[in-house]
């Protein structure tokens, strides 16, 4: 970093927008979970309107990113770890894609066959710990504010929820094979499980990120 009030002016506006963005991310993780809750009860109306608040929260992020991407031009050399800084905000990006694409393929779920073959609680088990994972990952970025250090121990916490949905992706991925018969259906559960796992494996990648940010702060 650099010293100063230039840097205290700085830090202070790159922590508000990491934290624009990671709250913005965990809304996007809720409005997930209600999305399924309304696919379920097969409220259209409610799907697209929560679809809607997912597309708009990608392009809220990637407006915060740009605008960050511009401060830290105009800083140019005085801060070493520019570098670190945007790899935190392209991370937290990328959890919005994979908010996007989940929310497109939940929304195509066939809600008689998910009950029909009690696969209900286990989805929703997943879409859960999708919203616990990026609740933890939110405090680890709030730690940069308040108490860099605890960064690495609030990381700990992220990694544990990704093991566990490490866990369940692996059974419910046999269970799924078993008891889906219709090829379509089979396939579009099996993508949203792959697009839990993967997006468990982006949020560690942004919890890791901020710890090494951690260390410049």
């Given at each position: 970093m650099f010293t100063g009030e230039a840097e205290l002016k700085t830090r202070r506006r790159i922590l508000t927008t990491l934290q624009d963005e990671s709250r913005i991310v965990l809304e996007g993780a809720?409005?997930?979970?209600?999305?399924y809750d309304s696919v379920l009860s097969k409220n259209s109306k409610e799907?697209?309107?929560i679809m809607s608040k997912i597309r708009i929260s990608e392009e809220e992020v990637e407006d915060l990113r740009r605008g960050l991407a511009r401060q830290l031009a105009e800083v140019g050399s005085l801060m070493d770890n520019r570098e670190d800084?945007?790899?935190?905000a392209y991370n937290l990006e990328s959890l919005t894609s994979y908010l996007v694409g989940m929310s497109f393929r939940i929304s195509h779920l066939n809600s008689g066959t998910v009950t029909k073959t009690k696969l209900e609680e286990p989805l929703r088990q997943l879409v859960e710990y999708v919203l616990e994972m990026v609740h933890r990952l939110n405090e680890v970025v709030r730690s940069l504010a308040i108490n860099p250090d605890s960064a690495w121990e609030?990381?700990?916490s992220v990694q544990s929820?990704?093991?566990?949905?490490?866990?369940?992706?692996?059974?419910?991925?046999?269970?799924?094979l078993k008891k889906v018969k219709d090829i379509p259906e089979l396939l579009l559960i099996k993508d949203i499980i792959e697009k839990v796992e993967n997006m468990a494996d982006s949020c560690q990648n942004a919890s890791d990120a901020v710890t090494v940010l951690a260390l410049g702060f």
């Open positions: 809720r409005n997930l979970r209600q999305l799907v697209e309107e800084v945007l790899r935190v609030l990381a700990g929820v990704e093991r566990e949905i490490d866990d369940l992706y692996r059974n419910l991925t046999i269970e799924v």
